[in-house]
């Protein structure tokens, strides 16, 4: 059906320029900042939330309450490194 669709379209020249100057745009990869962005920072909130529940055993919203702030400094100082980096 997709087929058919682009075959009876009006725009089907110009949407394969613009495709194909997307597939041959260049530029910096933005893999390593998504994964500073995102990833690490859930992998540091789990890891963090699962060792603070092994010290205090007694008590999950302080566990919790830790890694949320162990969290919210690592998204700080990448925030400021960024900012540093962008001067």
């Given at each position: 059906m997709?087929g058919?669709?682009?075959?009876e379209?009006?725009?089907?020249?110009?949407?394969r320029?613009?495709?194909?100057?997307?597939?041959?745009?260049?530029g910096?990869?933005?893999?390593?900042?998504?994964?500073?962005?995102f990833?690490?920072?859930?992998?540091?909130?789990?890891?963090?939330l699962?060792?603070?529940?092994?010290i205090i055993?007694?008590?999950?919203?302080?566990?919790?309450l830790l890694?949320?702030?162990?969290?919210?400094?690592?998204v700080?100082v990448?925030?400021?490194?960024s900012?540093?980096?962008?001067?």
């Open positions: 997709k058919n669709a682009c075959q379209c009006s725009q089907k020249d110009s949407c320029q613009v495709f194909a100057k997307l597939g041959n745009a260049e910096p990869s933005v893999a390593l900042k998504s994964i500073l962005a990833l690490l920072p859930l992998v540091i909130f789990i890891a963090a699962a060792i603070f529940e092994k055993q007694k008590n999950t919203g302080i566990s919790f890694a949320v702030g162990l969290t919210a400094i690592y700080l990448v925030w400021s490194v900012k540093y980096l962008k001067k």
